[in-house]
């Protein structure tokens, strides 16, 4: 077993170079990885490396434009859920599956995969298993980000408690910024052209986790960009627009526009706020 952590963890920091990326994927890498972790599902080093290995060939492929379907048909999917379900204490494990099911849920075709079997539910559950563990958050957070920019995401997301779960993980990791702004992203996305995700969004009191971030990190151009986000779309709802304008948000925005002219994220964000505001 320890040949095998050992063989995939080459494979796995091998492949945190571009260049071998291609190469690991057309030499048959995957399925042996798959192979070796059905087999040694007991062993936590080849349970990681192996999820570590599949999440660098996730990002290469959405970064270069390339199918993932090599990593679907290999079961790479089923293998990390296999491994996150079997090893829940294991912080290495949890961290790496859900790295790989945030690379791979980047790309359309990936993202029905990580929804399919309830296994976005392991996100949540991580999220409630690890509260103290940075990385397997923001990790977590970031597989609920992206699972929730689609209709299907959103409503199996709706149907749990993630997103009462997310905000009591802000609210305890209010400085950092890495946690608040895939948090953040959530919300946003959760929430966009989705009255039941306001709602959800509103009465768990995220409102108040944003405009907290906003205010204590301006200069942060990705926070500001998803905070504003958040509070315009959930003023598409009628109690949020005046939830959202009494948090102070008008004054907030303004501020955000004026310290990233240059950004156009924060600039679209800000000023769709406003004219939310001007519009009602």
Known sequence: MAAQGAGLGVLRNATEID???????????????????????????????????????????????????????????????????????HEGVQGAGLHFFKNIADLDEGRAAVLAGGRVGLAVAALK???????????ALGVLQIVAISDD????????RSVQVAVGVLQNHSTNESILEAGLAFFQNITYSCHEGCTAVLSNGAVAV?????????????????GLGSLRNLMDVEEGRSAVQQAGAVEVSRTALRLHPQHEGVQEAGLGLLENVTWN
């Open 129 to 139: 298993g690890h509260p103290d563990v940075e990385d397997v958050l923001e990790h």
């Open 210 to 226: 944003a405009m907290q971030a906003l205010l204590e990190f301006p200069h942060n151009a990705g926070i500001q960009e998803v």
């Open 19 to 89: 260049d071998e990326c291609g190469l690991v994927l057309a030499s048959g890498a995957v399925d042996i990885a798959v192979g070796a972790m059905k087999r040694f599902v007991d062993d936590e080093r080849v349970q990681e490396c192996g999820c570590g290995l599949f999440t660098n060939l996730a990002l290469f492929a959405a970064l270069n434009g390339q199918s993932v379907r090599v990593l679907l048909a290999s079961g790479t999917v089923d293998v990390a859920a296999a491994a996150l379900k079997r090893h829940p204490d």
């Open 153 to 160: 995401g959103q409503h199996v997301l709706l149907g749990g």
